[in-house]
């Protein structure tokens, strides 16, 4: 049988902020929440009043939807995100995506802290997302397929949808914000990966290394929502520097990213105000 969960949720979220119709859905990461912030006519909604919303247990993730204006555009933002390891498995946030999906967003913008691959891409550093590679024990879509949302064959070809990344580009140029662009690495976790590992998605063309984001991805492609991401990175891959890796440093090289962040997403949405709407 098949949800109806997605609905259930998009009609609570409506009831609490009606007429309301997000143009983007944000999905903000580990410690990155505060963009939330300059938020304005805002309304939150704890995940656990939501069906389908995950509710995080990590030290960083809110767990609240915030529906309101962003840069002139109407966003419905994520504050937090679920996990495939914490215990929900690969499929984690295809209902809230959907929901998001069903209240009207033609595009998701997802933002990380990740781990990176290359020594010149230091913590503190931004990376536009260019495209990714799956390392969870399969697909957020295996199983039955709800026609509803998408077929069940569909192409991730242009997964970060390539003009969306221009104007994110262009964006982050046009405010002296230094941007890099590669492929991440998605990880099961919870620990970090071992330095062999790390070697091992450097010949496998990663950059960038993380815990969450493809499980949402997949489920917008599959849904036909067009997807950016950008990564803010708080340390070198295992093996990479003398540091020892901690949730700690993620949150606080997070904080530092952050402010180049929170300054590129409202100016990117300022750009998108001007152009019109997906059909």
């Known amino acids: 049988m098949l949800s109806n969960t997605p609905f259930e949720a998009a009609d609570i979220i409506r009831a609490r902020k009606p007429g309301f119709t997000p143009r983007v859905a944000l999905i903000l990461g580990s410690g990155l929440g505060v963009l939330a912030?300059?938020?304005?006519?805002?309304?939150s909604i704890s995940f656990t009043e939501?069906?389908?919303?995950?509710?995080?247990?990590?030290?960083?993730?809110?767990?609240?939807?915030?529906?309101?204006?962003?840069?002139?555009?109407p966003v419905a933002c994520m504050?937090?995100?679920?996990?495939?390891?914490?215990?929900?498995g690969p499929g984690v946030m295809i209902s809230a995506v959907r929901t998001l999906k069903l209240l009207g967003c033609e595009m998701l913008f997802v933002t990380n802290a990740a781990g990176s691959l290359r020594t010149e891409v230091d913590a503190g550093s931004l990376v536009a997302i260019s495209d990714h590679i799956n390392g969870l024990p399969g697909s957020p879509m295996a199983g039955p397929n709800d026609e509803r949302f998408g077929p069940r064959f569909f192409s991730m070809s242009n997964a970060y949808d390539a003009e969306l990344r221009e104007l994110v580009k262009a964006t982050a140029k046009e405010k002296g914000i230094k941007l890099h662009e590669g492929v991440y690495f998605c990880c099961a976790g919870p620990n970090f990966e071992t330095a062999a590992e790390i070697r091992a998605f450097k010949t496998l063309g990663a950059d960038i290394v993380g815990m969450s984001t493809v499980p949402e991805v997949v489920a917008a492609r599959h849904c036909g929502l067009k997807?950016?991401?950008?990564?803010?990175?708080?340390?070198?891959?295992?093996?990479?520097?003398?540091?020892?890796?901690?949730?700690?440093?993620?949150?606080?090289?997070?904080?530092i990213g952050a402010r180049d962040l929170?300054?590129?997403i409202p100016a990117f949405l300022e750009r998108l105000a001007g152009m019109p709407r997906s059909a």
């Open 227 to 255: 997807v950016a991401g950008v990564s803010v990175i708080t340390n070198l891959g295992e093996g990479m520097s003398p540091f020892q890796l901690s949730h700690e440093q993620t949150l606080k090289y997070a904080a």
């Open 79 to 88: 504050k937090g995100r679920g996990h495939f390891y914490e215990g929900y």
């Open 37 to 43: 912030e300059q938020m304005t006519d805002a309304v």
């Open 262 to 264: 929170v300054a590129l």
């Open 50 to 73: 939501l069906p389908g919303f995950p509710i995080s247990t990590v030290h960083g993730h809110a767990g609240e939807l915030v529906l309101g204006t962003l840069a002139g555009v």
